[in-house]
């Protein structure tokens, strides 16, 4: 079996930090969900490594937060080996500040969670200049939008097209809507641009209460594939967050069941080898 590198891990440790955004998740409202617990799951799911995804701690706690991720990828026997950090384009001062302040050979990315905000926040010359300096840095940019917004996703990484970029979540998509010609064509026009790529991440959460998970998303995980190429997408858990459908090893076995017909080289790219190149891991 190939190993996973899962490229978007969450830790939540409410002894440490607030989510207002999870409170009114019911998987998600109560209790941590901590590194021990993800190697449990890890073991069960046969991922090998994995790179913690800022967490959307409530502000102004993403200095504590990405200092914490940092510990945990430097800690021994931890399966978390890296971490991509919070960051706020933007604000007009302080970025460079943060940058440098997160100028860790473990921090190999950095996320805006762009999806609950006006969409013009990321269309100002300040945010955009503040994503390229990401990449005159070498790091990655996690790009977290809605289907909606596809289209805002694509005036951004063509704008900052020194950076490399990963689309979160396969762009969000209306599974349980069945709205899949648009979001195929956001896609498609998305993949021209090659400094982005694909995480096929935690897409189960999308479908509706009566769908069949794999069935359901088998459509768009195969378009997703076919519209970057086996060398530009990747794989992530989305945990804790994928328990709002499944638990991860269950996750993770739909993946696998749904490339397993594919040649072995290339599902070993998806799985680890394309993460560890694009994040330089």
Not at 65 to 76: G, I, M, N
Not at 182 to 201: E, F, G, Q, Y
Request: charged share 25%; with cysteine.
């Amino acid at each position: 079996m190939i190993p996973l590198l899962d490229t978007h891990q969450h830790l939540i440790y409410r002894d440490r930090f607030s989510y207002a955004w999870a409170d009114g998740i019911p998987a998600l409202a109560d209790g941590s969900f901590t590194e021990d617990d993800y190697t449990t799951l890890a073991e069960k799911a046969g991922i090998a490594d994995a790179i913690f995804m800022e967490t959307a701690v409530d502000e102004p706690q993403e200095t504590a937060e990405a200092r914490f991720a940092l510990d945990c990828a430097a800690a021994t026997g931890n399966r978390t080996r890296a971490a991509i950090v919070g960051c706020y384009p933007e604000r007009a001062e302080g970025f460079d500040a943060w940058l440098d302040a997160t100028a860790d050979p473990l921090c190999v990315g950095y996320r805006r969670i762009l999806h609950v905000h006006d969409d013009e926040l990321s269309q100002t010359d300040a945010f955009r200049a503040n994503i390229r300096k990401i990449g005159a840095r070498g790091r990655v940019y996690d790009l977290c939008f809605l289907q909606r917004q596809l289209g805002v996703a694509y005036e951004l990484a063509a704008a900052c097209d020194n950076t490399v970029m990963v689309l979160d979540h396969c762009g969000v998509p209306d599974i349980a809507g069945g709205d899949f010609d648009d979001w195929r064509s956001a896609i498609d026009r998305l993949a021209t641009l090659p400094n982005v790529h694909c995480k096929i991440s935690g897409v189960v959460v999308y479908c509706g209460p009566d769908q069949d998970p794999e069935a359901a998303v088998r459509p768009y995980v195969e378009h997703a594939i076919t519209a970057f190429g086996w060398d530009r997408v990747v794989w992530g858990g989305d945990w804790p967050v994928v328990n709002i459908a499944m638990d991860l090893p269950g996750w993770a076995d739909i993946t696998r069941r749904l490339v397993a017909g594919e040649d072995e080289a290339n599902q070993a790219r998806f799985f680890n080898g394309n993460a560890r190149r694009i994040y330089r891991f």
